[in-house]
């Protein structure tokens, strides 16, 4: 890090905040500038370095919390505090896992503030001075996106710990692969890395495979066999699915995290093994937890460090390299020369919002590359049709205002918005203004997932919403899509 004064921005269209702000910065002896909307802190940001902004949420050209990925890449790459007038708990949380340093309320007292601002300060000098991401072993992992690059910031946290680590992410995100780069970045990576696919465990099988068995302990074990935590030992242990992982293994699996020490089955004494964990689930392991189907004590000490991987509706300007990536490996197993792709063809894999993820866009590749046959480049036409099909539906109800899929009606049964209003406020029990409008918001999040079908762009288009916020209102209310 460049040893020069902290340069501190101000993003707030309150005059009186911003002078109190400026005047606190410039008594700590930093650099500071202020900006009264966002476009102009956004300008600031572009023309020289900035280590710390402080940012209003509500400004006159746009909310701070959805400009947040554009404020984080910018060239310095500045830690940001926000600072709002208005206590919101979706707004703090959604603001927290885009990275923000703090959420303070404004008035914040002083005191708060200077110490968050300090706190900052060192966790970005000593940052900096360890250049993480220079030496951090990425190869395997395709991609340039914010959310991949946050990360890769974990994936460096984790990597020079031996603490468990908890991944998390829908389907085909990639899992095993972080788990996987979090070893080779390890003090363990000359170490075994063991896979343990929780979801083909059976209840009668789990105890023999995780911890092996003595010869004659039953019928077929004909001589004696380490269990895959044995294998383990001093490399990395990985539970892939863990939220599968039948509750009376959930007790047993404990002990073993705790004591390092397991009895393999038929045997009367105790083996150890010094294994690093890594687990991921794409389930949702607190509402398990919550709903008794997970034991909360694993599930805590499962969390140490955790790692949420980004959907790839969420990093879409990571399609070009990861199709162009796959398309060369492809080839490469081939041994042939790879195939060039056409710009349609890249606009149609954008603008599909990918369910499968990473995993579905790999096995479409591979449709597109054998239906392409002796051809050099790969065309619309040929991706698969189910795809093609629904990509056609979208793009004609997009020019018509229809809803883009009408062969999926609403559910039998399922309300009217007027009619359900009618009936909530017809009811005996009559609601708050609040409560009345916490049910109409959700009502009609339900109506608009299910008449689009489920795609993100059109729900965005027709909510008026922006991407980030439709999602923590979706969050908000427990719709998943």
């Known amino acids: 890090m460049v040893d020069r004064t902290p340069r501190i921005l101000i993003i707030d269209d309150d005059a009186h905040v911003c002078e109190t702000m400026l005047s606190m910065v410039q008594r700590m002896h930093y650099d500071g500038s202020c900006a009264p909307t966002l476009g102009d802190g956004l300008q600031k940001l572009q023309d020289g370095d900035v280590d710390i902004v402080f940012l209003d949420v509500r400004l006159p050209d746009g909310n701070g919390i959805e400009a947040l990925p554009e404020i984080k890449r910018a060239p310095s790459r500045p830690e940001v505090i926000i600072l709002t007038g208005k206590g919101d708990p979706d707004g703090a949380e959604l603001a927290i896992q885009g990275g923000v340093w703090d959420y303070l309320v404004k008035p914040s007292p002083v005191k708060n503030t200077k110490l968050s601002l300090q706190r900052a300060l060192a966790y970005r000098q000593e940052k900096q001075s360890r250049h993480d991401l220079e030496v951090l072993n990425t190869r395997d992992i395709i991609g340039g996106s914010q959310g991949i690059k946050t990360c890769f910031e974990r994936v460096s946290q984790a990597s020079r710990t ?170 490469e197993k081939a041994r042939t020369s790879p195939k060039g792709v056409d710009p349609e063809f890249f606009q149609i894999l954008e603008g599909y919002h990918w369910p499968g993820n990473v995993r579905e866009l790999f096995h479409t590749l591979e ?112 719709i998943h899509i």
């Open 162 to 331: 031996d603490f468990n680590v908890l991944i998390t992410g829908e389907t085909g995100t990639g899992k095993e692969l972080f788990a996987r780069t979090i070893h080779k970045n390890s003090s363990r990576a000359e170490r075994a890395f063991v896979v343990v696919d929780c979801a083909s465990l059976s209840d009668n099988l789990l105890e023999s495979i995780l911890f092996g068995h003595r010869k004659g302990s039953f019928t077929g074990a004909d001589k004696d066999r380490p269990g895959l935590i044995r294998q383990a030992h001093q490399g990395t242990l990985f539970l892939d699915e863990i939220g599968e992982l039948p509750l009376n293994s959930q007790k047993a699996f404990l002990r073993v995290l705790q004591e390092k020490k397991f009895r393999p089955v038929g045997s009367s004494q105790e083996v150890a093994s010094d294994f690093r964990l890594i687990a991921a689930t794409h389930r949702d392991l607190l509402q398990m937890v919550n709903a008794g189907q997970f034991r909360e004590d694993l599930f805590y000490r499962l969390k140490t460090i955790t790692l949420k991987l980004p959907p790839l509706r969420d990093r879409r300007e990571d399609l070009p390299p990861l199709v162009l990536n796959y398309i060369a490996r492809l080839a």
């Open 367 to 478: 449709q597109a590359v054998v239906a392409s046959g002796a051809n050099q480049t790969l065309f619309p036409l040929h991706l698969p049709k189910e795809l093609r099909i629904q990509m056609a539906r979208t793009k004609v109800s997009a020019s018509s205002g229809t809803p883009p899929d009408r062969s999926v009606p609403d559910r039998v049964g399922s309300p009217t918005l007027e009619g359900a209003a009618t009936r909530h406020l017809s009811s005996e029990d009559f609601p708050s203004l609040k409560e009345f409008k916490c049910y109409m918001e959700k009502l009609y999040l339900e109506t608009i997932v299910r008449r689009s079908g489920g795609h993100i762009q059109d729900m965005v288009r027709h909510s008026g919403l922006s991407r980030s916020h439709f999602y923590a209102m979706l969050k908000k209310h427990g």
